[in-house]
């Protein structure tokens, strides 16, 4: 799981976080595959770190 982010004066979770997804591998089932904001707004590919799958 990805790790959250905290505002260390408060507390709350970073509304940034919120953006961010963690899904399962289309191919083999892997959980915990992890996108920031970032990467989704400039379409990034992702790789499964078990099976190597490449995709969108
Ligand atoms: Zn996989």
Redesign the pocket.
């Known amino acids: 799981m990805a790790q959250a982010a905290y505002d260390t004066q408060y507390g709350d979770k970073l509304i940034n976080d919120s953006a961010d997804i963690t899904f399962d591998?289309?191919?083999?089932?892997?959980k915990s595959?992890s996108r920031s904001r970032k990467a989704r707004q400039l379409s990034k590919p992702y790789t499964?770190?078990?099976?190597?799958?490449i995709g969108p």
């Open positions: 591998c289309p191919k083999c089932g892997f595959i499964c770190p078990k099976c190597g799958f």
